[in-house]
């Protein structure tokens, strides 16, 4: 029987108005397992009014309530951490312990919202001018929105709402139709761990209901993480609508590999950080650069180790690597190998005839490695997010730099060399945001930001950490005279002593 997700609204489960369902697959077998429904704009206004009506005491409820309710509810995550991942392996694919790091991640951005407290104080000078003094505080903004992408059903909402609600804020999410359940878990839990009713909403849907968020007059401010286009056209609709935008689009992520790397480390890193979760994370190394006489011989240990990655359901222990989302998703990624060849590329490893014996009908593709592939070929120019690793090749460290920030992608890169000097004018000269030194996917810890530069970011703020805070507050400040006791009207004695 097939499941059905509706949206979660005012703290209990709402059906939606439109009468509209979009289907969800299990990857693995390519069978609909669940209709999630899509909202109207009616079911849009519903939510937004829940949470505005949520934000009257919410906003200005003590710090203490809200992280009383943050802390009990880092506790319930954690108790529940298999089955939030179980959630997610059933709908995006993922292996299970790919999930679990998903959740463990998460829960990272979880527990900086316990300590918001330091986070929002305010600062004050003192006697600036005769017994005036000026202080500077942080607010709230009111109703804020979330949309997030399909690859980490999870991670990317934890990464939002935590911080927002915590500073105040109530919150309006929009995750991925294609995987929704996690999301409303996480929404179920916070309810069970004390959040009022309203303070979190859950809005399935498509377009109309993205389009309707980036309008309501009722949203200060959308968060949003995916494609470099869609991000782009978040950025422009919401920003034209009078709003705080933070919108985290694409990546062509970078590995830089020196001559004096070592060779089996780095090949570890390429076939982790590329092939890891199918390749279907944005943060992924989707093209090596090997500088000098080093790259065939890297090139054999990236192969090496890639055939032996053993791909199967997300379900099953033994499996490293999963199906990806959806056909659609699956005959786009082939398409960049299959083309590769008449576009200059040397086809090393074509995973494109993959299958599952049992699970035929999943949306399986193998690992692909394509070497010497062209700057102006599409396998290297458009974001593929899926288990195909391009290789570069440049005879100097300054070409390769120089070949990474042509790129119109700026999300993050990676250097591999046991030279601090070249290390250090690597992360200095590199144009991106997030940098690893031996490290192939620089994510930042919670307490740091995360977020890229050109086509990778639009707005101010990378998401979560000090960025996070300051994008789900606005500053005011506040400028204080008061007259000295003694200059009080006459007949009222306050007890000081006149002057004379």
């Known amino acids: 029987m097939t499941k059905t997700v509706n949206h979660w609204i005012g703290g209990k489960t709402v059906e939606g108005t439109s009468g509209n369902w979009g289907p969800v697959t299990d990857p693995a077998t390519g069978e609909v397992t669940t209709q999630v429904a899509l909202a109207s704009v009616e079911d849009v206004d519903a939510a937004v009014a829940s949470a505005k009506a949520a934000y009257a005491t919410w906003g200005t409820s003590s710090l203490a309530a809200r992280t009383t309710v943050l802390f009990k509810y880092r506790a319930l995550l954690d108790a529940n951490r298999d089955a939030i991942a179980a959630l997610i392996t059933a ?29 929002l104080k305010g600062e004050l000078s003192t006697q600036v001018s005769n017994r005036v003094d000026v202080s500077s505080i942080r607010q709230s903004l009111g109703v804020v929105a979330g949309i997030t992408p399909f690859n980490f059903p999870a991670m990317v909402p934890m990464w939002m709402f935590p911080i927002a609600i915590a500073c105040g804020n109530t919150f309006v999410l ?42 309501h007059p009722d949203v200060a401010a959308v968060s949003f993480v995916g494609s470099t286009p869609i991000a782009r056209h978040i950025h422009t609709t919401a920003s034209a609508n009078g709003k705080r935008v933070q919108a985290l689009g694409g990546a062509k992520n970078h590995m830089l590999v020196l001559p004096d790397a070592d060779l089996d480390a780095a090949a570890d890193a390429a076939v982790s950080a590329a092939y890891g979760s199918a390749g279907e994370r944005c943060m992924a190394i989707s093209a090596v650069v090997a500088v000098g006489s080093i790259a065939d011989e890297l090139v054999a240990k990236i192969k090496e180790r890639a055939e032996k990655i053993k791909i199967g359901p997300g379900n099953d222990p033994a ?27 040397e086809v090393v490893l074509d995973g494109t005839d993959f299958t599952v014996e049992g699970h035929e009908k999943g949306h399986w593709i193998g690992l692909s490695l394509l070497d010497r592939v062209p700057t102006d070929s599409d396998a290297y120019r458009d974001e593929i997010f899926g288990p195909v690793l391009c290789v570069l090749r440049t005879e100097t460290y300054e070409e390769g730099v120089a070949l990474i920030n042509a790129s119109p992608f700026g999300n993050g890169t990676a250097i591999f060399t046991r030279d601090g000097g070249a290390a250090r004018r690597f992360q200095l000269e590199i144009e991106a945001g997030m940098v690893g030194v031996n490290v192939p996917i620089p994510v930042p810890v919670g307490y740091h930001s995360f977020g890229g530069w050109k086509d990778s970011l639009f707005g101010d703020h990378h998401i979560y950490g000090n960025d996070g805070v300051h994008f789900y507050t606005r500053g005011k400040v506040v400028t204080t005279r008061w007259p000295d006791p003694s200059e009080a009207a006459a007949g009222v004695d306050l007890g000081f002593p006149r002057n004379h």
């Open 91 to 119: 709908e995006h694919g993922k292996v299970h312990s790919d999930a679990l790091g998903e959740v463990a991640r998460g829960l990272e951005i979880v527990e900086l919202a316990c300590g918001i407290t330091t986070q």
């Open 174 to 215: 929009k995750p991925s139709e294609k995987d929704p359940s996690a999301a409303v878990k996480l929404a179920e839990l916070a309810s069970e761990a004390g959040l009022p009713d309203g303070v979190l909403n859950v809005l399935h849907g498509d377009k109309v209901a993205v389009d309707a968020l980036l309008a």
């Open 319 to 345: 499996s490293e690597m999963g199906p990806l989302i959806t056909a659609a998703h699956r005959d786009k990624v082939a398409s960049y190998v299959t083309g590769a060849a008449a576009q200059g590329s």
